[in-house]
């Protein structure tokens, strides 16, 4: 984990027990965390290895590889924002 926190990752399924609402405002947290994720890992050495969580297991990498996984990540969240809001 880079600095302390955490990658998370917030699946944002549809669900009929929650609205729009709710699934944007869990959308838009993922979102956060992962550029708060991105940050974190902008700000450390590239020689520097990282774990990154996968499933319940965590898997040592670069911190381009998971800066490139939390990056997809991000725009996955945005596009089912953008599709939610359409």
Do not use: C, W, Y
Not at 43 to 49: C, N
Not at 53 to 77: C, H, P, Y
């Amino acid at each position: 984990m880079a600095g302390g926190g955490g990658f998370v990752t917030v699946a944002a399924t549809a669900s009929p027990s929650r609205t729009i609402e709710e699934q944007k405002l869990e959308i838009a947290k993922a979102m956060r965390s992962h550029e708060v994720a991105i940050a974190e890992l902008n700000h450390l050495s590239s020689f520097r290895a990282v774990f990154q969580k996968n499933g319940n297991l965590f898997f040592r990498t670069t911190v381009q590889k998971a800066t490139t996984s939390e990056q997809k990540k991000l725009d996955m969240a945005r596009a089912k924002l953008e599709k939610l809001n359409s």
